[in-house]
Each structure stands twice: as structure tokens, then as C-alpha cells.
């Protein structure tokens, strides 16, 4: 925060973006014109009109300009940002269920190293922030967390991080509960005083994961002040299988448990009956919607999918992107167009859920579903400067709308994107990281590809 007692006017701010139109997407704001948004350290200390903005502050560095529009960093609330990422797009998309994980992406994942964990969450990362996206929920399926850290660090966006958390005998990355839990501590510690990257609680989730180690991850995060995330129903054989062993659903057992509460983000939450959508809602757990993942996978969206029912009753939703043999793209802003087209489309209304609406879901409604919606999700003062500046000279701006959000979602995804701002730096200029060097790590990714299908069994 920037210290109160100074006159923001006294100090010169260390970078103004300039908004031709600013979305800033608090509650009831429209899109305004001519705004100029000073950034000082890591914060947003001033909105106001730009030419005022400007005259005071005249030797001020400008990005933007006025025929760019600005929003703030996009969140992802769930993407795993190792594993397939380095034999994207190979997984196959006619695989019976289960075969893309239990096939690839597992053997790829159990193949890792440091080096390739590190890799590949760069990668990730590096797509995501060129698609403006400033914050990211990893997943849960880290072997080398320090190694994400690194990644994280590179690429210069924020996150969440935990470490591989399931206790499923002969699999990958296992260990007791106490084991999994003693991970889950040391990343807490290892990221306890880092200013863009929080520590949570992350396990597989599904039904691979005993009552011990769900119960005891939520008590650890609880008892941390932290967040849990988790895999749950994305299909319906988590239904299946909870039947099976515990004849209650899964959102029913994990709510007998005690796991469920506002620090848990459920990443899916497609399979849902209304037991358990009720049960959601009542102890306000949050949902990661990954659309994609699920038109990827075949896994029933369109007939199952409540999410939208889910956030007209109140509940905290935020939009994901998953893994590669989920949706592959990691571009939260086409993960918008889709959820508004699916909602509409489910209900055969087109009245339902439009572009505002859905991009709340990658903005401020995500961090709020993250519980952050204090420090990240909108461009307001005193929040960190995650701030998106999207190029309208692209064929797909011409002519300019009067609705800049409605062109943004409909028209255009990710590609728009030309400059981010994260944490109060500059990490994309003009399309391109600031930070890392996209052909050295091409170069990279292509010797660690070739390497890790062999080891893995894939070549
Ligand atoms: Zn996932």
C-alpha cells in the first residue's frame, strides 16, 4: 500500500498507463474514457482523468495510449503449469476417459525433473501473461515447487502454489498423509514472504484422496489463513466412485468431512446434483469453471453444467483454463466468450449471461472467488497494478464498437493483448515479455521434449 500520510500528487508515480477507455471492472463502473492510472511500487495510487494526471505528473514513462483499452490483469484460477505443457498438444482428443491423464499425462508428469518443472511453468506462464493474464491458480501437481517458483519469478506475474498432494499407493509423486501435508508446509514457508505468489493448500483431489489427508489439508489451510483447491467432478465418475465407497455423493461426504468453507476452490464442480449444488452455496466454497476442459473431454458441460445456476445464487465462481489435454490454450479471455456462449446456449436463452457478466468471472468475481478481491480483480487504488492494455489497431477492433466489452469477448481473445503490467512492472511490451527471451526457450523446450517423451515412455 502506499504510505497514506504522503500526497500521491508529491510523488512522482513510476509509470501512468494510459486508457483511451478504461474497464476498470468495479461493481457498477461503465468503461470511461480518457484515464490515465498511476502506478507507484506495486500499486495503483491514482485513477483520474488523464490529461490532469499527466500535467502533474509530466516526466512520468507512459505506456498505452488513446487508442488502447485498459483492464486489469486477468486471472486463471486453475492451470497446470507442469507435466504436458512440454508435449503440448500431443495428447490425443479421441482417447477413451482417463486414458489422456493416466496415459500421458502422468507418465509425463512422473518423467519431470527440476529443470523440466521450471521449464514448463515458464512456458505457461510466459503464454498466459501475453494473453494478459497476471495471476494463476496452479492446479495442484507440482513436483518441484521452488523449481514453479523460479517460473513464477521469471515470467514476474503472481499466483498460488502448492505442492503434489495425493496419497494414492504406486502412483507418481505420492506419500503418506503426513508426507503429503509435510509438502504442503514446506510451501507455505517457501513463498511465506513472497509479494506475488501465495501458498495453498493443493491436492489431486477426485477420489484420489483419503478422508485423512482432505481432512487434515483443510484444517492445514484453515489454520494457515490460506486457500485449498482440489479436483472434484468434472465428470461423473467421482460421483460414481464416492457412491461406491461411501454411498454419499462427493460434495455430500466432503461436506459430512468438514473440508468444505470460503477458503475451498473446488476446480470443476460439473457433476453436481442438487444436494450437493445446495451444500456448495451454504458453506460458500468457491468453483474453478474450465470450459474448455470440458468440450476437450467430452465430459457432459452442456447437459450437467450448473455453473451459472451456481453464480445467480450467489456462489463464487472464476474461470480456468486446466492442462493440455484440457483445452491446451491457455487464454483466459476465450474461456470467457465460451462460458457466456455455453450458459446462453444451455438455457436457449440468449438474454442469459452476457460478455460483462462473463468476464467477471476473470477479473473481479475470480478474486473473489480467491478470496482476494482486496488485492487483485479490478483497477482501483491501493490494489496491485495488474493492468492489461489491449491494442484496438488489430482487424478484429475495425470498426470500433461503442461497447468495448462486448467487441473484447466476441471479437477478440488473447491476441489483443499488447502490454501487461504486473506487480507495477512492465513484463509485456508490444506482444513480448520484458523478462524472459521467447526463442531461447524455445530452443530449450525443444531439447527437454524430445528428452522427457523418451524417458516417459511416450516416444
Ligand atoms: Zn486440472
Redesign the pocket.
Known amino acids: 500500500m502506499a504510505d497514506p500520510s504522503i500526497t500521491r500528487s508529491e510523488v512522482a508515480p513510476n509509470l501512468i498507463v494510459e486508457a483511451g477507455v478504461a474497464i476498470t471492472m468495479e461493481p457498477g463502473a461503465d468503461p470511461v474514457a480518457n484515464v490515465g492510472i498511476a502506478v507507484t511500487g506495486d500499486r495503483i495510487t491514482e485513477i483520474a482523468d488523464l490529461h490532469v494526471l499527466r500535467s502533474v505528473h509530466p516526466e512520468t514513462p507512459t505506456i498505452g495510449g488513446p487508442h488502447m483499452i485498459v483492464l486489469p490483469g486477468l486471472i486463471n484460477a ?1 492451470q ?1 503449469l507442469t507435466g504436458d505443457r512440454l508435449i503440448r498438444s500431443m495428447i490425443p482428443d479421441d482417447l477413451e476417459a482417463g486414458r489422456s491423464i493416466y496415459e500421458w499425462a502422468v507418465p509425463a508428469h512422473a518423467a519431470h525433473t527440476g529443470d523440466d518443472d521450471q521449464l514448463s511453468a515458464t512456458l505457461s506462464l510466459l503464454e498466459g501473461v501475453t494473453n494478459g493474464i497476471t495471476f494463476t491458480v496452479e ?3 507440482v513436483a518441484h515447487p521452488d523449481r514453479v517458483l523460479a517460473g513464477f519469478d521469471a515470467v514476474g506475474v503472481g499466483g498460488t502454489l502448492g505442492s503434489w498432494g495425493w496419497d494414492v499407493a504406486g502412483e507418481p509423486w505420492a506419500g503418506s498423509v503426513a508426507e503429503v501435508l509435510d509438502r504442503q508446509r514446506e510451501v507455505l514457508t517457501l513463498t511465506e514472504t513472497h509479494d506475488r505468489v501465495d501458498g495453498w493448500v493443493t491436492l489431486v483431489g477426485h477420489d484420489l484422496m483419503s478422508d485423512e489427508l482432505v481432512v487434515s489439508a483443510s484444517e492445514l489451510a484453515r489454520s494457515n489463513g490460506t486457500g485449498l483447491t482440489f ?1 472434484l467432478s ?1 465428470s461423473s465418475s467421482d460421483a460414481v466412485s464416492y457412491l461406491q465407497r461411501t454411498g454419499k455423493r462427493p460434495a455430500v461426504h466432503l461436506n459430512n468431512l468438514g473440508v468444505l468453507g470460503r477458503h475451498v476452490l473446488i ?2 464442480g460439473v457433476h453436481l446434483d442438487d444436494q450437493e449444488l445446495e451444500l456448495l452455496l451454504a458453506s460458500d466454497t468457491a468453483l474453478a469453471y ?1 470450459p474448455w ?1 470440458y468440450l476437450r473431454l467430452g465430459q457432459g458441460v452442456t447437459s450437467a453444467g450448473r455453473h451459472v445456476e451456481f453464480i445467480g445464487r450467489g456462489g463464487r465462481v472464476a474461470l480456468g483454463c ?2 493440455e489435454n ?1 483445452g491446451d490454450a491457455i487464454d483466459v479471455l476465450g474461456s470467457v466468450a465460451l462460458a457466456a456462449g455455453l450458459a446462453k446456449d444451455m438455457a436457449v436463452d440468449p438474454t442469459l449471461f452476457g460478455a460483462r457478466a462473463a468476464l467477471q468471472h476473470a477479473t473481479l468475481g475470480a478474486a473473489e472467488a480467491l478470496g482476494m478481491a482486496t488485492e487483485i480483480g479490478s483497477l482501483a487504488v491501493g490494489k496491485r497494478a495488474d493492468i492489461v492494455v489491449i491494442d484496438t489497431a488489430g482487424p478484429e477492433w475495425i470498426p470500433r464498437s461503442p461497447d468495448p466489452i462486448l467487441q473484447l469477448v466476441w471479437a477478440s481473445d488473447g491476441r489483443s493483448v499488447c502490454d501487461v503490467v504486473a506487480s507495477g512492472r512492465v513484463v509485456v511490451r508490444d506482444g513480448e515479455s520484458t523478462m524472459v527471451n521467447r526463442s531461447e526457450l524455445a530452443i530449450e523446450a525443444a531439447e527437454r521434449h524430445a528428452r522427457l517423451l523418451t524417458d516417459a515412455g511416450l516416444g
Open positions: 486453475h497446470h492446479a495442484g501437481t479436483h468434472p476446480a470443476h474450465c476442459a486446466d492442462a484440457a
